[in-house]
């Protein structure tokens, strides 16, 4: 069974400090990485991909692959509260198949002013 | 309208009751996927459409009825659903597989 997993949380963060999100998958052929966050009664929005090893930023997010440990993560700097919100993580699981997304069950952040 | 529509967001509907899902995307996309998300669990993939063309079905129950009848327009045909039916449908659509946008969502109680 291909799986995802992320903890559950809540992840507690103050204000300006960095929030770190982690993910794990099983599946060693998984190609494409994705960070989704979703608000409180809403739909999942994408903030960050990665498809390859190493560190991809955009913004205040840092995205990290380690493929040989099979863990993806997202780094927020600066929190803040209006990141709070719930973080799922989402693996490509084949190659030749960019509609079978795996998903976390997310890691809920909350950020402290 | 821009992005993925998606109505009603929210349904309450008896176990007897036959009701629809509607989802519309303006982006273009070729793909269009129904989600069902229960609470603390991952996003389940029900339904995949490319091209209008069904490609994926995983293992979903027949009180559940898709239906594509263009790249633009998915719909969700539900009839005798089950108090465990009860979640968060979320239609979503996306170019080849990259970067999946989501409606708003329906969500669905069943009594």
């Known amino acids: 069974q291909k799986e995802v997993e992320q903890n559950s949380g809540p992840l507690s963060v103050p204000e300006g400090a960095i929030a770190s999100l982690n993910c794990t998958y099983s599946?060693?052929?998984?190609?494409?990485f994705f960070w989704y966050r979703q608000y409180s009664g809403k739909s999942p929005e994408l903030i960050m991909s990665i498809y390859s090893n190493g560190d991809k930023e955009d913004g205040r997010f840092t995205a990290q692959l380690n493929k040989a440990s099979q863990y993806v993560s997202l780094l927020i700097r600066d929190s803040q509260p209006s990141d709070s919100a719930t973080y799922l993580c989402?693996?490509?699981?084949?190659?030749?198949?960019?509609?079978?997304?795996?998903w976390g069950a997310g890691t809920k952040l909350i950020i402290k002013p | 309208e821009t992005g993925v529509t998606q109505t009603p967001r929210h349904l309450v509907m008896g176990m007897t009751n036959k009701k629809s899902l509607k989802c519309e995307q303006h982006?273009?996309?070729?793909?269009m996927y129904w989600y069902k998300q229960s609470a603390k669990k991952p996003l389940e993939l029900m339904f995949v459409?490319?091209?209008?063309?069904?490609?994926e079905n995983n293992s979903v129950p027949s009180r559940f009825s898709p239906e594509c009848p263009n790249s633009s327009h998915l719909f969700l045909h539900l009839h005798t659903l089950q108090p465990e039916d009860s979640a968060l449908y979320l239609c979503?659509?996306?170019?080849?597989?990259?970067?999946?946008?989501f409606g708003s969502g329906t969500q669905l109680s069943v009594l």
């Open positions: 459409y490319n091209f209008k063309e069904q490609t």
């Open positions: 979503a659509s996306s170019q080849m597989g990259e970067k999946l946008f």
């Open positions: 982006l273009g996309h070729n793909a």
């Open positions: 989402a693996v490509n699981i084949a190659a030749d198949s960019n509609y079978q997304l795996i």
């Open positions: 599946d060693r052929g998984s190609q494409s």
